[in-house]
């Protein structure tokens, strides 16, 4: 079975400050990595993905995250982070399904910055 | 419209009542998503369907059910709720085989 771990609930950082969240995973199979984002009376919008290849992956809105299979972590950082970045984020596995994805999430973590 | 829409935005219902969740995606995708998002707890999957056909059914009790007449359209139908029911319902939507789900804004259902 897969799981998601997102070590930190909430993170609150000063604008323009660099901000990591954290994100650990099980999975006894290939694995493959997002991160969503979603802000306050929206759905989920997918900030990046990691299927295979350059273990740095680069998304939307200045984010980054590294896939380090050895940790089994997938961290997203940010070198720089603006109040609009005030969001909740989750980190993702997914596995197959019969003509579908199927994804695992982790509980989110609220990031909150502050001026 | 664009991407993926779900109707209500918002909706209160009683224990005893009948209500359906609506989802449309505009997107030409062919396998569509039901989750559930409560407070304190990760997003748990519900359904899933591929070409129309159900694929997973997470043990989902039988008071919600899905359904999906077209690629397009997605239902949650639901009745006898109780009030741990009570949270936001996401659609998604992506290509069959496909890593990336789209995702409507939401359902934010309350059961009193």
């Known amino acids: 079975a897969q799981s998601v771990t997102q070590l930190d609930s909430q993170v609150p950082v000063f604008e323009e400050a660099p901000v990591e969240l954290r994100c650990n995973y099980s999975s006894s199979v290939s694995v493959y990595l997002f991160w969503y984002v979603q802000y306050p009376n929206q759905g989920l919008q997918l900030l990046l993905k990691?299927?295979?290849?350059?273990?740095l992956v680069k998304g939307i809105n200045g984010f980054e995250a590294e896939f380090n299979k050895s940790q089994t972590s997938f961290h997203l950082r940010k070198p720089s982070v603006h109040i609009s970045d005030t969001a909740e984020y989750f980190c993702?596995?997914?596995?197959?399904?019969?003509?579908?994805?199927?994804?695992?999430f982790g509980q989110g973590t609220r990031l909150t910055i502050n001026p | 419209e664009t991407g993926v829409t779900q109707t209500p935005r918002h909706l209160v219902m009683g224990m005893t009542n009948k209500k359906s969740l609506k989802c449309e995606q505009h997107?030409?995708?062919?396998?569509m998503y039901w989750y559930k998002q409560s407070a304190k707890k990760p997003l748990e999957l519900m359904f899933v369907y591929s070409l129309e056909e159900r694929v997973e059914n997470n043990s989902v009790p039988s008071r919600f059910s899905p359904e999906c007449p077209n690629s397009s359209h997605l239902f949650l139908h639901l009745h006898t709720l109780q009030p741990e029911d009570s949270a936001l319902y996401l659609c998604?939507?992506?290509?069959?085989?496909?890593?990336?789900?789209?995702f409507g804004p939401g359902t934010r259902l309350t059961v009193t």
């Open positions: 997107l030409g995708h062919n396998a």
């Open positions: 993702a596995v997914s596995s197959p399904l019969q003509g579908a994805q199927k994804l695992v």
């Open positions: 990691y299927l295979s290849g350059s273990t």
């Open positions: 998604a939507s992506s290509h069959a085989r496909s890593y990336e789900q789209y």
